[in-house]
């Protein structure tokens, strides 16, 4: 069985400092990691994608994660919030290889101050 | 990429009516999904919409309650029956485009039953 837990429902950083937003995954094969974005009355938006390649994955608007087989982890960061990065983020654990049955986390919600 | 066009975007329905959702994609895709986002709640996968034949539904859903068709790869219909508030939430189209590594999503319809 496949599950992900975001450690954090909110998580409120101030513009200009880093992001980490933390995600752990259960699966019983490799596993293909995503994270999702989605912004107040607006659709989902992949942010980046882990499929067995690098393990260091880069993705849109300066985010990143990195994938650790041995923590279970993949957690996203960026080095300086936007005001525009708030947002609900969604880590999600699918199949090898493919999109079936995608495992969505609780999410979590990111305020930006000034 | 993939522009999915979900109708309607939103409704306000009667309790024990139904409600058909549709999902149209502007390229060829492999497979089709819809998830349910409850208020405040992540995304929860409701089956698998299966070109010519009966979708594959996920535990706690049934398809008396939530009939789906999909008769050709880039179109499908799910319908919410003999709705009640509980069923009020974002219901989402998802697609995986042929020769795509990702998964798209639509708007979403936005159901709110009174």
């Known amino acids: 069985a496949q599950s992900v837990t975001q450690l954090d429902s909110h998580v409120s950083v101030s513009e200009g400092t880093p992001v980490l937003l933390r995600c752990n995954y259960s699966s019983s094969y490799s596993p293909s990691l995503f994270w999702y974005v989605q912004h107040p009355n607006k659709g989902l938006q992949l942010l980046l994608k882990?499929?067995?390649?690098?393990?260091l994955v880069k993705g849109i608007n300066g985010f990143e994660a990195e994938f650790k087989k041995s923590e279970t982890s993949f957690h996203l960061t960026k080095p300086s919030a936007h005001m525009s990065d708030a947002a609900e983020y969604f880590c999600?654990?699918?199949?090898?290889?493919?999109?079936?049955?995608?495992?969505f986390g609780a999410g979590t919600r990111l305020a930006v101050h000034p | 990429s993939a522009v999915i066009s979900q109708k309607p975007s939103r409704d306000i329905c009667q309790r024990g009516t139904s409600l058909t959702i549709q999902c149209q994609v502007d390229s060829q895709v492999t497979m089709m999904f819809w998830y349910r986002q409850q208020p405040g709640q992540s995304l929860t996968l409701i089956a698998t919409?299966?070109?010519?034949?009966?979708?594959?539904?996920e535990s706690g859903f049934v398809i008396d309650k939530f009939p789906i068709s999909r008769p050709n790869l880039t179109f499908s219909t799910l319908t919410v029956s003999n709705m009640s508030p509980e069923d009020s939430s974002i219901y989402l189209c998802?697609?995986?485009?042929?020769?795509?590594?990702?998964?798209?999503f639509g708007q979403g319809t936005r159901l709110t039953v009174v």
């Open positions: 919409a299966n070109q010519g034949s009966e979708a594959t539904y």
């Open positions: 999600v654990v699918g199949s090898p290889g493919g999109y079936n049955k995608l495992i």
């Open positions: 998802s697609v995986v485009v042929t020769a795509s590594t990702e998964a798209f």
């Open positions: 882990y499929t067995s390649a690098a393990t």
